[in-house]
């Protein structure tokens, strides 16, 4: 019998929702996304529907709803990237600029 899947969390964008999904499975979470084909639709649909669902097996829901509110809580200061000099969101690892992870330099 196959274990029911749950959103957790609705990102606001595919780039948080893919850094939360390698936080998550960084934790051995298995992480579904749903809604990231939306993100081309964005100029022509609400906000709130072209947010990216973030699933988990029902019995990883707790756990994964902890590493969120860690997440949610946490006072990340924003970073400007050393290689193409653009600021990001403190929450963010790697540069949604040029690809580069803000901990190589």
């Known amino acids: 019998m196959n274990e029911p899947w749950v959103k957790v969390y609705n990102a606001a964008n ?3 929702a893919h850094s939360l999904k390698g936080m998550l499975e ?7 996304l749903s809604g990231e084909s939306l993100g081309s639709a ?3 649909l ?8 973030i ?3 029902e019995n990883q829901v707790t756990a994964a709803r902890v590493l969120i509110e860690r997440y949610e809580n946490a006072d990340y ?3 400007r990237c050393p290689n193409c000099g653009e600021q990001n ?3 963010f690892e790697i540069c ?3 690809g580069h992870d803000k901990h190589t330099f």
């Open 77 to 79: 200061p924003d970073w």
């Open 55 to 57: 699933w988990v097996c």
């Open 14 to 16: 595919n780039l948080e």
């Open 42 to 44: 964005a100029g022509e």
């Open 26 to 32: 960084n934790e051995n979470i298995a992480v579904q």
């Open 89 to 91: 969101e403190g929450q």
């Open 46 to 53: 609400p906000a709130d529907v072209v947010q990216v669902g």
């Open 96 to 98: 949604w600029q040029c």
